[in-house]
């Protein structure tokens, strides 16, 4: 079975900046979409970003322009970069990963990161 290890979580002032890395490994057949939510306090998981095996990214509005989501395949990792942080954008990060096997596909999610952006 497929498991991911999220890193890179922490505290940072407004305005700094921090790279998350979301490494999957075990029994790995395809690996397709890779993302990345987060969740802040009384409030849904949303999508932050994701990114197909072909390079293409799909980005919330709230962060299009301060946030870059990109992946290895090689290392079977997805990173999330993030500049110009603000107050807003603390939450709980999840990595989120869509594997497929022939016609059946499995989505399996990180343990979660926290990002804290003090202001």
């Known amino acids: 079975q497929l498991q991911l290890v999220e890193s890179g979580g922490g505290l940072v002032q407004a305005g700094g900046s921090l790279r998350l890395s979301c490494a999957a490994s075990g029994s790995i057949f395809s690996i397709d979409r890779m993302g990345w939510y987060r969740q802040a306090p009384g409030q849904q998981r949303e999508l932050v970003a994701s990114i197909t095996p072909g390079g293409s990214t799909n980005y919330a509005d709230s962060v299009k322009g301060r946030i870059t989501i990109s992946r290895d395949g090689t290392k079977n990792t997805a990173y999330l970069q993030m500049n110009s942080l603000q107050p807003e954008d603390t939450a709980v990060y999840y990595c989120?990963?869509?594997?497929?096997?022939?016609?059946?596909?499995?989505?399996?999610w990180g343990q979660g990161t926290q990002v804290t952006v003090s202001s």
């Open positions: 989120n990963v869509l594997e497929r096997r022939g016609s059946k596909s499995d989505a399996y």
